[in-house]
């Protein structure tokens, strides 16, 4: 496709679950990012990949919080365990090394957590 | 890593007033600055950048910022804003030297009638 994609687009899942939530990014983009917005606040960064380095986790909330990027194209943000402050909607974006500071973001993936 | 801060949550003008957006950054070097505007139920839109050169950089819709190095403050402007500016404004800061890009908080504007 054109842009950004995210699966699913929306998901509810009770306490104590894993989700796994899917990012394909435009073709050729080698820099991904998944970003967090809960309601009511703003954009937190999670983890960011950029072709075959070591991924920057810096960002993750804690140990039940993993992503990993098969091939260099798409990307899958694991939870395990799920809690309710987990409830969010979780954004996937990626960027052309050539175009770098060009952010094209996802429709966001909208976590709920009951 | 940079870092961004937006002081302002939410801030509310009147239709036709003047804006301005804080941001302030923190970076070791000369970084790439941006402003994301995302509207309700949208995703996330490139409004401007500032990689080198003129410290104020114009953007689309007819919004402007200033980079002031010895502030480490980016902050946007519009000098008369309509109601479809109602939405959430992002700041962010890139590093120089790697495509690493970090966000602020946001600000929510609110535009009156």
């Known amino acids: 496709g054109a842009g950004v994609s995210q699966s699913p687009s929306n998901k509810v899942t009770e306490k104590g679950k894993d989700v796994e939530l899917r990012c394909d990014p435009i073709?050729?983009?080698?820099?991904l990012y998944w970003y967090r917005q809960s309601l009511g606040q703003g954009l937190e960064f999670l983890i960011y990949?950029?072709?075959?380095?070591?991924?920057?986790k810096s960002g993750l909330p804690s140990d039940r919080f993993s992503a990993e990027r098969t091939g260099g194209s798409v990307s899958t943000l694991t939870i395990q365990r799920t809690q309710q402050e987990d409830s969010a909607v979780y954004l996937c974006?990626?960027?052309?090394?050539?175009?770098?500071?060009?952010?094209?973001f996802g429709p966001g993936t909208r976590l709920l957590v009951l | 890593a940079q870092s961004v801060t937006q002081p302002d949550i939410h801030i509310t003008v009147s239709e036709g007033a003047s804006l301005e957006l804080r941001c302030n950054y923190s970076?070791?070097?000369?970084?790439?600055l941006f402003w994301y505007v995302q509207s309700p139920g949208q995703g996330l839109q490139l409004l401007l950048k500032?990689?080198?050169?003129?410290?104020l950089v114009q953007g689309i819709k007819g919004f402007e910022a200033e980079f002031k190095r010895s502030q480490s403050s980016f902050n946007l402007r519009k000098p008369s804003v309509h109601w479809s500016d109602a939405a959430e404004y992002f700041c962010?800061?890139?590093?120089?030297?790697?495509?690493?890009?970090?966000f602020g908080a946001g600000t929510r504007l609110t535009v009156k009638p």
């Open positions: 990949f950029q072709g075959n380095s070591a991924p920057d």
């Open positions: 970076y070791g070097a000369t970084p790439y």
């Open positions: 974006a990626s960027s052309s090394p050539q175009g770098w500071e060009t952010q094209y």
């Open positions: 073709s050729g983009h080698t820099a």
């Open positions: 962010a800061v890139g590093a120089r030297g790697n495509n690493d890009m970090r």
């Open positions: 500032y990689f080198s050169g003129d410290t």
